[in-house]
Nanobody, 120 residues
Framework: QVQLVESGGGLVQPGGSLRLSCAAS????????MGWYRQAPGKERELVAVSPNGGNTNYADSVKGRFTISRDNAKNTVYLQMNSLKPEDTAVYYC??????????????WGKGTLVTVSS
């Protein structure tokens, strides 16, 4: 099976920075896309950033210019560099990946989430 494990969340002051990481492991043949979503209390889960293979990265308007998504394909890892953090960025951040398994079936997977709290 495939697992996604996030790390890097925590408490940070407004204006600060955090770097999230997500590593995929398991029966992976290839990864088509990796991205980040977030969900704040009382709100729907929303796309933060996505990095598809061979395509352009996409960002939510609310994070453009502040967040940067990147990937290390050799390590099956995606990162989210978050700068100039605002209180409204507070949420549980979830890693997402579309994976082609060793059984050659494309599936979407989710990490368990990592909490980011932006507060003074």
């Amino acid at each position: 099976q495939v697992q996604l494990v996030e790390s890097g969340g925590g408490l940070v002051q407004p204006g600060g920075s955090l770097r999230l990481s997500c590593a995929a492991s398991g029966r992976i043949f290839s990864i088509n896309s990796m991205g980040w979503y977030r969900q704040a209390p009382g709100k729907e889960r929303e796309l933060v950033a996505v990095s598809p293979n061979g395509g352009n990265t996409n960002y939510a308007d609310s994070v453009k210019g502040r967040f940067t998504i990147s990937r290390d394909n050799a390590k099956n890892t995606v990162y989210l560099q978050m700068n100039s953090l605002k209180p409204e960025d507070t949420a549980v951040y979830y890693c997402n990946a579309e994976v082609l398994s060793t059984h050659f079936k494309a599936m979407t997977y989710w990490g368990k989430g990592t909490l980011v709290t932006v507060s003074s």
